[in-house]
């Protein structure tokens, strides 16, 4: 790696808003933790805002914007795959903010670069969900993103219907399926619901309160628990 793709690197890694040591820095780099010393000292003297010390980490100031990205042929090659992902197994919105990517990323793309955004050689079939479940999908999504309530009729895998109202958690992609995992009232315990068993779906006005051991990240623990 050249050392202004590298100075790059760690400025993009410093700015994700988490502190990062210079130990991190190196292993991800795979540079010695000297030569990233330099480097945050390279920085620091060029008028990049970088905080924090040797032995606890570094982080960029809050509010300091982090140049135009410039990206190889290989990052390309994921941003496309995502996006076609995204319009075939995602809501009508999403799809739509897929192409909103591609699209701004092609007005700067420079012109050796793009032929890498218009490769077929990773290929998403157009084979995506039927459109009532992207409906559903955009419906949970929306319930996600306002942290509140939602009604479900769901039928299970035996076909036999109930009526829940759960606190909207978090969505998994299984390659063909989406999953809500929740909070349900009626148990008291997380559950995950299919997307696509899903009958009827309100998004309620009511909002959910930030519970402990009834949060995302209790979730996830939870669901690790029981693979």
Known sequence: MRPADRLFQIVLQLGRGRVVTAKTLAERLEVSERTIYRDIQDLAASGVPIEGEAGVGYVLRRGYQ?????????????LVFGADVARSWGDAQMARAADSI???????????????LDSHR????????????SEMLGAVRDGINRRVRIFLDYRDASDHGTERIVWPLTLLYWGKTWTLGAWCELRQAFRSFRVDRIST???????????AGKRLEDYLICAGRER
């Open 102 to 116: 591609l699209a701004k990323v092609d007005a700067v793309l420079p012109e050796k670069l793009r032929p890498a």
């Open 201 to 211: 779906l309100n998004v309620l006005n009511s909002t959910f309160p930030d519970e």
């Open 66 to 78: 982090i140049p135009p990205l410039m990206f190889n042929e290989e990052e390309l090659q994921a």
């Open 122 to 133: 990773l290929v998403v079939p157009d084979t995506s969900m039927n459109e009532r479940t």
